[in-house]
Nanobody
Framework: QVQLVESGGGLVQAGGSLRLSCVVSGRIFSINFMGWYRQAPGKERELVAGITRAGSTNYAESVKGRFTISRDVAKNTVYLQMNSLKPEDTAVYSC?????????WGQGTQVTVSS
């Protein structure tokens, strides 16, 4: 009984910003990893940003300097702040958590960046 719910997607002009949120609920116990993935039309799913249990972060090369992943441990929530958005950032963004019981995914939220 683990559920992930994303929010914050939408339509934005190039150069704009969005902030995605993912709330994890259920039998969590501990979170080993939290991350944001995206999949654009015709492309494979890729890891955009991740944060480990210890707080270490990693980013896809294409978003370094523009995106920031953060978390609120008390609220079991992970965020993705996206700045200086580009049309090539258009994709469905999905939240992922790795728990001792397995891996869990949200349903995704659409981000569309217009030129």
């Amino acid at each position: 009984q683990v559920q992930l719910v994303e929010s914050g997607g939408g339509l934005v002009q190039a150069g704009g910003s969005l902030r995605l949120s993912c709330v994890v609920s259920g039998r969590i116990f501990s979170i080993n990893f939290m991350g944001w993935y995206r999949q654009a039309p015709g492309k494979e799913r890729e890891l955009v940003a991740g944060i480990t249990r210890a707080g270490s972060t990693n980013y896809a090369e294409s978003v370094k300097g523009r995106f920031t992943i953060s978390r609120d441990v008390a609220k079991n929530t992970v965020y993705l702040q996206m700045n200086s958005l580009k049309p090539e950032d258009t994709a469905v963004y999905s939240c992922h958590v790795a728990l001792p019981t397995g891996n869990y995914w949200g349903q995704g939220t659409q981000v569309t960046v217009s030129s």
